[in-house]
């Protein structure tokens, strides 16, 4: 499922089930988040994974899908 850029830090699925975000931490460390949106609940994410770049969130991203995940 293809990716929309929304802002530098967030990207979305065309379906909108799927969202990658960065997360800042406590001390300046961030991270990747891919998140599934939960459609029988109003914005409710669950995180189902993390990377530490945006190419490895991404290539997680798509191997989830191409899985079903």
Excluded: P
């Amino acid at each position: 499922m293809k990716l929309v850029q929304i802002n530098r830090s967030k990207f979305v699925s065309m379906n909108q089930k799927y969202v990658i975000e960065y997360v800042i931490y406590r001390g300046g460390l961030g991270e990747w988040i891919i998140s599934h949106q939960d459609v029988s609940v109003a914005y409710s994410k669950n995180a189902i994974g993390s990377a530490s770049t945006l190419e490895g969130a991404r290539s997680l991203y798509f191997s989830m899908v191409k899985v079903g995940a």
